[in-house]
Structures are given as structure tokens and as C-alpha cells.
């Protein structure tokens, strides 16, 4: 069993709100524009990182975090990429990926708009955690945290807080 946390578009952001949204996840995913090497570093340095990089996101970033990431967490495989759309308007590469690979979770970020939609086109389960930064076109940053439990994915929590 593994508690999860889901974060994207922070821009630089990685504060004590966020921390103490995730202090009892087991690891931290970033759905894409991170803001800098040292927020990346800063995150990975409090729980276990896997992330993805961001079209904000420098050169530097782009050589250490990818555009997309596909892993299994317990029996659930997922795939993360940033830009990726949703149900029903996913980009053509998250589209390829999704029909390609089959993952029971689907992540993305970009928006900055809480989702979390069953796809039942593809049998998945689509999140995105919103923008968990103070910077970008969101009202409130959220951000996401749940427990994947052999194949079950359950107990999704959502944060809120005021820009």
C-alpha cells in the first residue's frame, strides 16, 4: 500500500502549505512545470519524487525530468505527462500513449483545473491536481492525495487553498 501525493504547476512554489498537505504520502508525483532543478530538489529531498517536466520549465529541468514517465505503483500502471488533455480531448501524443500503453492511471497537469474523470473509453482513471503554485490562472491552488492499495485506487483527498 503506498499514499500518494499530486502536485503540478507549482512555478516554483514548494511550500509549508504543500508540505504539510503531503507529509503522509509515501511519495510525491509532479505533473510538469516545476519551476526550477532546486524546487525539483527541495521536493525530492522530503518524500520520493517521480516527475515530469513542464513547457515553463528550463533546459536544465528538461534533461533530468522527462516530458512523460510511465511506472507501476503497486498493480496500477500509470502514465504522466503534462500536457495531456483530458477524456474525450486528450493531445494526439497523450492519446498514442494512452492507446499504446493501457494505464489504469492517466496524469497530466497544465490547466491548472482539478479533474479527476473515469475514462471508461479507455478504462482509466484521469487526474489532474490543478496548479498547486502561487503563480498562473488559477483562483485556488489544489492539489491531490490518495492510496493505491494493490490494484485499488482509493481515499482521494483534495487540498484547497487561497492563492
Known amino acids: 500500500m503506498k499514499k500518494i501525493g499530486l502536485i503540478s504547476d507549482t512555478h516554483g512554489c514548494f511550500d509549508d502549505v504543500l508540505r504539510d498537505f503531503l507529509r503522509d504520502v509515501d511519495e510525491v508525483w509532479h505533473a510538469g512545470d516545476i519551476g526550477s532543478l532546486e524546487v525539483a530538489d527541495r521536493i525530492a529531498a522530503f ?3 517521480r516527475a515530469v517536466h513542464g513547457n515553463i520549465d528550463d533546459a ?14 503497486e498493480e496500477v500502471s500509470v502514465l504522466m505527462m503534462h500536457i495531456g488533455g483530458y477524456p474525450r480531448r486528450y493531445s494526439p501524443k497523450a492519446l498514442a500513449l494512452i492507446q ?3 494505464p489504469k492511471i492517466f496524469v497530466s497537469g497544465h490547466s491548472h483545473i482539478l479533474k479527476v474523470m473515469n475514462d471508461p473509453a479507455y478504462g482509466l482513471l484521469h487526474l489532474n491536481p490543478g496548479g498547486a503554485g502561487k503563480y498562473g490562472l488559477h483562483h485556488v491552488r489544489t492539489a491531490l492525495r ?11 483527498e483534495i487540498g484547497e487553498w487561497p492563492k
Open 47 to 49: 518524500k520520493p519524487l
Open 60 to 73: 536544465m529541468t528538461r534533461r533530468i525530468y522527462p516530458e512523460f514517465v510511465t511506472f507501476d505503483c
Open 100 to 102: 499504446s500503453l493501457r
Open 146 to 156: 490518495f492510496t493505491i492499495d494493490g490494484g485499488d485506487i482509493r481515499d482521494m
